[in-house]
């Protein structure tokens, strides 16, 4: 007859602390993507925002999209936050990363894109990293920090405004491409 192992018998004699930080890792995960909310307000008062642009929150992290460019539910492009966790944050996890990405029929126009983002970083910089050997459809990406335990009091700063840097540049810029984006879904069809 199976019995328990040593690791489930230390976990039941302790139940109630196991349970005390279960919650307590769902708290956290709430307060990661409260960092992530607190960005949302400081977008909504840029220009660009007024455009159709909304944020749409998941568990891991966040979209920033155009209602202009979704189609059948997927966002044509989108500056997106991935693995925004406490594992990839706290843990051995990869760390969470920001990212400017292209989907669904709108792949075909990820090199004029990506062309876009070069000659602007010629002029303003890079936000992040160019990405062209590109297997993930996306034009640049950017690593977030992880943080250590002397840094909580800093982190939700920095990483904030991490968030904010690369949602505003890129919310922006794709903001400005909107004729030839539209051109492009216009000449496939999809306008």
């Not at 992040?128 to 009091?153: I, M, S, W």
């Not at 810029?173 to 216009?186: F, Q, R």
């Amino acid at each position: 007859m199976p019995t328990f192992s040593e690791e489930s018998r230390l976990l039941i004699a302790k139940w109630e602390a196991v349970t005390d930080i279960l919650e307590a890792t769902r708290r956290l995960e709430v307060e990661l993507i409260g960092i992530v909310r607190a960005v949302e307000p400081k977008l909504a008062q840029s220009d660009w925002w007024r455009n159709g642009w909304s944020m749409i929150y998941q568990e891991q992290g966040a979209t920033l999209s155009n209602a202009r460019w979704r189609r059948s539910g997927t966002d044509l492009i989108s500056v997106r936050l991935f693995q925004f966790t406490p594992k990839s944050v706290f843990g051995m996890e990869p760390p969470p990363y920001l990212c400017l990405g292209v989907g669904g029929k709108l792949t075909g126009m990820l090199p004029k894109l990506i062309e876009e983002v070069k000659t602007r970083g010629a002029e303003e910089g890079i936000l992040g990293e160019l990405v062209e050997k590109n297997t993930n459809n996306y034009v640049v990406q950017q690593v977030v920090a992880k943080c250590l335990p002397e840094q909580l009091d800093e982190y939700t700063v920095e990483v904030g405004e991490q968030m904010l840097a690369f949602f505003d540049h890129y919310g922006r810029l794709v903001d400005e491409w909107t004729p030839m984006i539209d051109d492009y879904l216009k000449a496939d069809g999809d306008a």
